[in-house]
């Protein structure tokens, strides 16, 4: 079309008799330009009776776009002031109410007033006329090709455009009527083709349309390398993906309900009902929207669905209800141990302060004691007193930092700690939660458990307790820990500090009798299928059982022992006996064969230069005999039976304490360069060590060099000090049961040790004579037969040793940086 043509047809427009009030029908979704026909469906009802208006005139309507697609009712302020006056060529009134119109542009005008709104739109427009055709420059002319060529580039991509489009944009010159053409069928969004109509400037306006083609040309370019690149990708998963569609697709056609649709309502129906803190429930529907949002196939997907899953399961509001009844808590834990009398005493203050104090904080305990003394099932007699659920986890052999605090949810098959792990079995967050086997932990390059307990176990702290997959804060305030260890030794301090540590040992054989009676006989008889009519044990046959056939502090060998009667009497009952076998204490040996132990106290009289010592182990007390004998030489001394560095110590001390004290004992006083001494421990394999076995140590070798013989039936056990001074000791209650054990009369202590007999059983200090030494002066005469010793030079048993005799020196393993190295017994 030429620029005289143009011209002609505005000056025909503008003789067009174009009222000054027109009819305003809204449209939405597009926008119309001059000399554009397209049809439209009207269905309001002032839309419907705005076109009715028109028709019944010169059909002449003004169309503007309204700015918000949903607005089924816009007011003029939401409606844009420039618009286009249109001819209604055609009206179609469909069955359903709607009306189809066929419409095509005239020319741009601005409303500058609404009329009327009711029953339509009735608006005063202004016509806005371009400036007239110049001839045509070469920008022009330029810019003309460009956007025909950016145009026909675009086709070429994949942009649908009509071909009868594309055969008139051709012949188009006017750069006006080329910008509204182009612009009407590239699909530019509302706001942009309302920009465009708002250019009065054909060149400015063509200007703008040709930098619209430029960035459509390169999202068509980018969406097809994308496409290019996804289709050499192209594998099993997208093969599945496309079916999947297909098979959504199809679902939907039949009806079928929306697995996805359903499993995103679930977690949302799941995160309301989950009683969370307002910062988790937050967080938990921001995963959510994305997990809408995402593709199900989508790697993340996975992992958020999980994540998800464990947020709605944590029970961040779900707790039990104490059972605060003092009386029945109390009989449950006398029904379920016996003695304990101080850890259930502990129990029982907790509940009574929980009772008058309804929000505290949950204790920390910390059982300590030797294996099978009843740490792990004292917890779940806990549990059951409180009416709580209880949790164990075992830190036995656990290295790995993130056991505690998980792993971060970047990592592939990333859990939460064990912490949230076992309140998520618990289903409540205040359970009796029991960490066992505590000083057992490891560390290693993956960091430091014991470390990551610090803020678990500090009641400080532990109320935002932050896991590393969860990535929020949890409250452990509500939870009663209970810690196990064998030995309190190799627990870091931080985290011994933050616990109340409650110390269980050993059981006598008392309270042994009487809780094998009560627990251990009933529980095997039923676990081996027979019954109280098929065997009988007596007292004199447990106590057997205990003292010939286990040594232990605990009672898990005495369990095994008479599970091993109650088996063997369960097979002579299915062979078709049917007598009730009666076990006394002359025929365990049938059931169980000769003794494993015999009583070390079988020494028949006193005899010189051997001790009784007493020392801890980690499974409860143990005695230890210390030997010494003398004879002339050259002041050797040897030491054998696998003494650690401390225990020769010991010796080396207790040796100038007595040659500084020669003259009081009636040593000559050139015994000690003329006199070789030996000294040895027997269990010769066992290391032993420990600074408990100095009065031990000093005793043998005041009897053997004054050849005083010692009392059979007295233990004893105390550091000393060059100046002979007994200095406290630890294990006291362990080492005293023992000596009972052993079947002595008297036990030699230290002075400052005398406060911690009230830990020891009322039963067993009644059997015992305690003896408290604050120096050596104190523990010879009771120890030795006679003293002061006779005036008399020890006699040479054996002859003296032409080389010098070597000494057993015993290496002990190298310990790792911060860490105690525990061997055997320590005296």
């Known amino acids: 079309m030429s620029n005289k043509e143009r011209s002609m047809e505005k000056q025909e427009s503008e003789e067009l008799n174009i009222p000054e009030v027109l009819p305003l029908l809204p449209v939405r979704d597009v926008v119309v330009y001059p000399y554009m026909i397209l049809p439209l469906f009207v269905g309001r009802e002032i839309s419907i009776n705005a076109v009715d208006y028109a028709l019944s005139k010169d059909r002449m309507i003004f169309l503007a776009t309204q700015k918000e697609v949903g607005d089924e009712d816009p007011k003029p302020e939401a409606i844009y002031e420039i618009g286009t006056v249109a001819m209604i060529m055609r009206m179609l009134k469909l069955p359903d109410g709607r009306v189809k119109i066929l419409v095509q542009g005239l020319t741009k005008a601005r409303i500058s007033e609404y009329v009327a709104e009711k029953p339509f739109f009735s608006v005063r427009i202004e016509r806005i006329v371009e400036p007239a055709a110049q001839e045509t420059t070469l920008e022009a002319e330029a810019l003309i090709r460009t956007v025909k060529e950016e145009l026909a580039k675009i086709v070429a991509l994949g942009k649908a455009v009509s071909p009868e489009v594309m055969v008139i944009v051709d012949n188009m010159q006017d750069p006006g009527s080329l910008a509204d053409l182009v612009a009407s069928n590239i699909g530019l969004k509302v706001e942009e083709a309302q920009g465009l109509l708002e250019i009065t400037d ?18 068509l370019n980018m969406q097809a390398r994308i496409q290019s690149a996804a289709k050499e990708e192209m594998g099993k998963s997208q093969r599945e993906y496309y079916l999947r569609e297909q098979l959504r697709a199809i679902q939907q056609e039949l009806g079928e309900t929306d697995a996805r649709s359903e499993e995103i309502a679930e977690l949302r129906k799941n995160i309301e009902s989950a009683k969370m803190p307002p910062v988790v429930e937050k967080e938990a529907f921001k995963q959510l929207s994305r997990l809408e949002q995402m593709h199900p196939d989508a790697a993340e997907a996975g992992m958020l669905r999980t994540y998800l899953d464990w947020l709605v399961e944590i029970p961040w509001g779900k707790a039990t209800k104490d059972a605060l009844e003092i009386t029945r808590a109390q009989e449950i834990l006398d029904e379920d141990h016996y003695y304990l009398h101080k850890i259930k005493e502990r129990i029982l203050e907790f509940l009574a302060v929980r009772k008058l104090k309804k929000k505290m904080k949950g204790p920390i305990l910390c059982f300590v004691g030797p294996p099978g003394v009843g740490k792990t099932s004292l917890g779940k007699s806990i549990a059951r007193a409180m009416g709580r659920k209880f949790v164990r986890i075992s830190l036995g052999g656990v290295r790995d930092e993130a056991e505690i605090r998980g792993h971060r949810r970047t990592y592939v098959g990333a859990l939460p700690g064990r912490i949230i792990q076992g309140l998520k079995q618990a289903g409540s967050n205040n359970p009796v939660f029991m960490l066992d086997e505590l000083d057992k932990l490891g560390s290693d390059f993956r960091g430091d458990p014991s470390s990551a307990l610090l803020e678990v176990l500090d009641p400080e702290q532990n109320n935002s307790f932050s896991d590393h997959y969860i990535n929020l804060p949890f409250s452990l305030a509500n939870v009663m820990f209970i810690a196990t260890a064998n030995q309190i030794d190799t627990v870091p301090g931080p985290l011994r500090d933050r616990m109340e540590v409650i110390t269980l040992a050993g059981y006598t054989e008392e309270e042994k009798l009487e809780i094998t009676k009560r627990y251990l006989v009933p529980r095997q008889i039923k676990e081996n299928g027979i019954t109280d009519q098929d065997i009988v044990f007596s007292d004199e046959a447990i106590r057997t059982v205990i003292s010939k056939y286990t040594r232990e502090a605990g009672l898990r060998n005495l369990e095994r022992e008479i599970g ?120 010769g394999a066992i290391p032993k060590d420990g600074p408990s076995a100095g009065i031990t140590m000093a005793t043998a070798l005041v009897s053997a060099l004054t050849r005083t013989p ?33 079947g002595v009369k008297t036990v030699i202590i230290p002075v400052q040790n005398k406060k911690d007999l009230e830990d020891v059983p009322k039963s067993i200090l009644k059997k015992l004579k305690i003896v408290t030494a604050a120096s050596l002066d104190e523990v010879l005469p009771v120890a030795l037969e006679k003293y002061p010793p006779a005036s008399e030079p020890p006699p040479a048993p054996i002859k003296p040793a032409k080389a010098k005799a070597p000494v057993h020196r015993v290496k002990r393993p190298a310990a790792a940086a911060g860490k105690r190295v525990t061997t055997g017994a320590k005296a």
């Open 564 to 683: 091993s009667i109650c088996r063997k009497v369960a097979r002579k009952v299915a062979e078709g006996a049917k007598k009730q076998f009666v076990i006394t204490a002359g025929n365990v040996s049938k059931f169980l064969g000769p003794p494993k132990f015999l009583r070390e106290e079988e020494m028949e009289k006193n005899e010189v230069g051997v001790v009784t010592g007493l020392a801890w182990t980690p499974v409860g007390g143990e005695v230890l005999f210390v030997e010494a004998t003398v004879a002339k030489g050259k002041g050797m001394l040897t030491l054998t039976g696998q003494l650690g560095d401390v225990m020769k110590e010991s010796v080396q001390a207790a040796l100038s304490y007595i040659r500084s004290r020669g003259a009081d004992l009636k040593l000559p006083d050139d015994f000690y360069p003329n006199t070789d001494i030996h000294v040895h421990v027997p269990a």
């Open 202 to 219: 054909p060149l400015e306006r063509l200007k703008r349309v040709n930098d619209f083609l430029n960035k459509e040309s390169e999202l």
């Open 710 to 742: 010692v009392r059979k039936d007295v233990a004893m056990t105390g550091e000393i000090t060059l100046r002979g001074k007994v200095l406290p000791i630890g294990g006291l209650k362990e080492k005293i049961l023992a000596a009972a054990r052993l």
